[in-house]
């Protein structure tokens, strides 16, 4: 709990003062960027030679755990 206001809540935010809008827009791009590193990953690791399916798997989901 912050402050001696006694209000709960599961979150603290540092700006209360941001739309909701820019909110939106932030995951927006934030989940963009994620998709694109992780589909990248995936097809720089398909187009190695010999490269199995197992493997470009794993890639994927290491940069898309690296990447968030």
Partial sequence: MHGATGSR???FERDPGITIARR???EGVG???LVL???GA???MAR???GS?????????AAAAEAS
Avoid: E, K, Q, Y
């Fill in 9 to 11: 809540t599961c979150f």
């Fill in 24 to 26: 939106a827009a932030a």
């Fill in 31 to 33: 989940t963009l960027l």
């Fill in 37 to 39: 590193a992780a589909a």
């Fill in 42 to 44: 995936g097809l720089a």
């Fill in 48 to 50: 190695l030679p010999g």
């Fill in 53 to 61: 399916p197992v493997l470009t798997l794993a890639v994927s989901a």
